[in-house]
């Protein structure tokens, strides 16, 4: 559901006394989107459960099965580099690029990256690589002790499905950070977006650039619909207790006055309208909420919808803030 992008430069590998040359990563757009590391987390928690597949860069949001990435594609879609890609491709356009990037290409800073000079200086969304003799593996660093069983993001082989594990990392691995990273708090992108009742594969939930006050590279717009159709963003939260809920869009005159917004609470759903012809390009707030921490889409997730909509709906971002 959303367009990566990626700066290329070529890479290099000094072996020795000779310089050779080592990847040549494919013709990308000039830059990438910025993101926050909880839009990153958040991209790796709906993976969990989908299977290993040699070459994947994709799979279907919160489903827990079905086919998903290897480990290169796993990072490429939660970092959203190198090129414009969808996040969500259920119907499997684009889910296998070549060439694309591949543990040479983090291990050796080739895109839009840079090392950090220890492990103690990863955050969550950080990257550990190690390439050696033609093959290599990258994980997601979540959480924990980097020097000794640190809490990962993977997809680790042929056979396994993506995990959120515990594991030794020998000192192989070394630590990336992705360039362009906000330190926005816990906001979503429409790209980390789930949506149904279409794709942009499918041309439903459209991307659009054509109103001003979007967040981000731009937003997704769904004509008024009889049939289910609806985009949610579900964040990994780091405790318990209430969050603020706001949504983002632009405004039109063709926009819903009645656009569904649905909020998935510890406590039940809470269901609200929202009028998009007005308040467009502002934090819209939807109210306090008692979210359960971690990755829950039943209790802690927002979604709007298109379905019953008397206009054309917007999905931009949405933004949980702990109340203090």
Not at 65 to 90: H, I, M, N, T
Not at 113 to 121: A, P
Not at 305 to 314: C, D, E, M, R, S
């Amino acid at each position: 559901m959303s367009r990566l992008n990626g700066k290329l430069t070529l890479g290099f590998l000094l072996l020795g006394a000779v310089l050779s040359l080592a990847w040549a990563p494919p013709a990308a757009a000039a830059s990438i989107p910025t993101m926050t590391r909880a839009e990153i987390i958040a991209r790796a928690e709906s993976a969990l459960g989908t299977a290993y597949t040699w070459g994947g860069e994709s799979w279907v949001p919160d489903t827990a099965s079905g086919a998903g990435p290897d480990c290169s594609g796993l990072v490429l879609k939660c970092w959203e580099v190198p090129r414009q890609l969808l996040y969500q491709e259920e119907d499997g356009v684009n889910a296998s690029i070549t060439p694309r990037y591949t543990t040479g290409e983090f291990k050796y800073n080739s895109g839009p990256w840079y090392s950090l000079t220890s492990r103690s200086s990863l955050a969550a969304g950080d990257i550990m690589v190690k390439h050696q003799n033609g093959g290599g593996h990258v994980v997601l660093y979540a959480e924990g002790d980097a020097w000794g069983y640190p809490i990962v993001y993977e997809a680790p082989y042929t056979g396994a499905t993506v995990r959120r594990a515990s594991r030794y990392l020998s000192q192989e691995y070394q630590p990336r950070r992705r360039e362009s990273l906000s330190s926005s708090g816990i906001l979503l992108d429409n790209p980390t977006a789930k949506s149904t009742g279409g794709t942009a594969v499918g041309g439903n939930w459209t991307p659009s650039t054509s109103v001003a006050g979007y967040h981000g590279f731009d937003y997704q717009v769904h004509a008024a619909s009889t049939t289910r159709a609806w985009a949610r963003w579900t964040p990994r939260l780091p405790a318990s207790g209430y969050y603020y809920v706001y949504l983002r869009w632009t405004a039109w005159p063709n926009r819903a006055t009645n656009a569904k917004v649905t909020i998935n609470t510890a406590w039940g759903q809470q269901v609200k309208y929202v009028n998009q012809r007005i308040n467009g390009g502002s934090w819209y707030s939807l109210g306090r909420y008692y979210m359960k921490a971690g990755y829950a889409t039943g209790a802690g997730s927002v979604a709007v919808h298109a379905t019953g909509a008397n206009g054309y709906v917007v999905a931009d971002a949405a933004l949980f803030v702990p109340a203090q």
